[in-house]
């Protein structure tokens, strides 16, 4: 069977049922701690446990009782409660409050959303990693503000990406230690309703669930969820960065590069010949929302007093929204990394459209030292000037200007334009960073 993709993955971690598995098992992590603590008998936390599972509950009278009470946690325990035999459904929920079980679950469903995002993006450097490598000496137009500029490589270009992707694998290692964590204090965190115990029955229910032990209650404090939302937008951004560089140089008059693509695929009901670059804008349009969504979990961290509901309805279902479109831009990013087609012949046509202008520079440079960089500046802005309006070649206007070729042979001036010879450092630096990224995988 093929491996799942994130966003297969990312849906059932945020499937309504899993979430509601994951309250229970807080639930059977603190039953568990209490027997330890000898608080509540064990044969009580035992059957707890073996009874708190999703597939054992009558879900039909979950729902009605929901209706009733439109409360989700007192449902849930509503139903698990009548089913746990010898009344240990009396020792269940002991001292905490909703919202201890409600953040200490949703970080288990993050943990595992982040181990999602983590290997995908790691994927996604390995793949640009290796097309920066195989592309390290593949000359293309080095483009600003949407006009060629000077030449590059388009390795070099991939690994400034690849760069970027490694700085938010290296964000993501960072924020796992603030991120992942719950917290079981009761009310206002206080631990007033476990009394001297609490802090030990906290350490031994993050301890069970693999989460770490919070300094101080994070009930009012939403930094953390906020935290991994800024996150997952930028690394949504750089995503879309990528996606939004493969439809620039995806355009008919340009289409240096393609989309994965196959015979079947139709990009038009109405002109057969469409090729369009569909997986890069659906993730262009779904890394906005990321962006919006983290601004509102931001918003949401003005929480009144010890504790509202304000934060969390708007907190818990946007990070939930957000964690399954990173699935699906995690999806196509992985395609789009792996399966880029490249056209090498149409980067060198394109890099002559300026009929010899994108080495202005160079020229410039040349002539500079001899005559001074500003007076050349002037001399080659002139030049370019006329080779723009005649729609001429460069070296036509600079073989007729003798303030250029008192100093400059025709030798000189083909050697000047051609291409191949200003990347500058773009070879070198790209494989030195392919090599470095590599090397910090191996710490990852």
């Not at 899993?18 to 639930?27: A, G, I, P, S």
């Not at 288990?108 to 290796?130: C, G, M, N, P, T």
């Not at 300094?215 to 995503?239: V, Y």
Request: overall charge neutral; aromatic content about 6%; glycine content about 6%.
């Amino acid at each position: 069977m093929s491996e799942y993709t994130p966003t297969e993955k990312m849906n059932k971690i945020f499937n309504e049922k899993v979430q509601l598995q994951r309250w229970l098992d807080v639930e059977v992590a603190l039953a568990k701690a209490q027997a330890r603590l000898r608080i509540i008998p064990q044969g009580m936390a035992d059957e707890i446990s073996r009874k708190a599972k999703i597939e054992l509950l009558d879900m039909e009278k979950f729902e009605q009782i929901q209706q009733q009470v439109f409360h989700p946690l007192v449902s849930l325990l509503s139903v698990l409660r009548p089913i746990c035999k010898g009344n240990a459904g009396q020792y269940l929920h002991l001292g905490v409050t909703t919202q201890d079980i409600w953040d200490t679950a949703t970080v288990l469903q993050f943990k595992e959303a982040y181990k999602v995002i983590y290997e995908s993006l790691r994927q996604i450097e390995d793949d640009l990693l290796s097309m920066a490598e195989k592309h390290a000496d593949t000359v293309m137009a080095g483009r600003t503000h949407c006009v060629h500029a000077i030449p590059l490589t388009f390795g070099y270009k991939i690994a400034v990406l690849a760069r970027e992707v490694r700085r938010h694998i290296e964000r993501l290692k960072e924020c796992r230690k603030r991120l992942l964590v719950g917290h079981i204090s009761g009310a206002v965190g206080t631990f007033a309703s476990f009394g001297e115990k609490g802090p030990q029955i906290q350490a031994l229910v993050m301890k069970d669930l693999g989460l770490g032990v919070p300094d101080i209650c994070w009930q009012a404090s939403r930094d953390r969820p906020a935290e991994f939302a800024n996150l997952l937008s930028m690394i949504a951004a750089t995503l879309a960065r990528f996606a939004n560089e493969v439809c620039l140089l995806m355009s008919s008059e340009i289409f240096e590069v393609s989309e994965p693509w196959k015979m079947g695929l139709v990009g038009s009901s109405t002109m057969p010949h469409k090729r369009n670059p569909l997986i890069a804008e659906i993730i262009r349009a779904q890394a906005k929302k990321v962006k919006y969504n983290a601004a509102l979990v931001t918003e949401v961290m003005v929480v009144e007093h010890d504790r509202d509901l304000n934060f969390w309805l708007a907190e818990g279902n946007t990070l939930t929204e957000s964690c399954l479109i990173m699935g699906e831009i995690l999806t196509h990013s992985q395609n789009m990394a792996k399966g880029l087609i490249v056209y090498p012949e149409k980067m060198m046509k394109n890099i002559d459209t300026l009929k010899g202008l994108m080495l202005s520079e160079v020229v410039m440079l040349e002539l500079g030292r001899k005559v001074g960089k500003q007076t050349a500046f002037e001399i080659v802005y002139e030049d370019s000037v006329k080779t723009m309006e005649k729609g001429v070649h460069f070296k036509e206007v600079l073989m007729k200007d003798k303030r250029v070729t008192q100093y400059l042979t025709e030798k000189d001036i083909d050697r000047i334009l051609d291409p191949k010879g200003y990347v500058g450092l773009a070879p070198q630096i790209t494989r030195e960073m392919v090599n470095l990224s590599r090397e910090e995988r191996k710490k990852d």
